[in-house]
């Protein structure tokens, strides 16, 4: 898994994530979301974008 962090209103919030072929699963305080890449998977800076808009979600419905 890859470590990522976000700040939100002055404070850093910290996940990881992980590609499993055409998905990508964000964990973050015990909490799992996968989502489907698009297209062939993307690059990696595309994919870490992905999960990181993936943790702010997780962040505002926590």
Known sequence: ????????????????YQI????VSVHYAGVKKTTQLGGSGGSEA???AL????????IRHR
């Open 20 to 23: 499993n072929g055409s998905m």
């Open 1 to 16: 898994m890859k470590e990522i962090s976000i700040t939100r209103q002055g404070k850093k919030y910290s996940g990881h």
């Open 46 to 48: 595309a994919t870490e």
């Open 51 to 58: 999960a990181k808009t993936i943790l702010g979600e997780m």
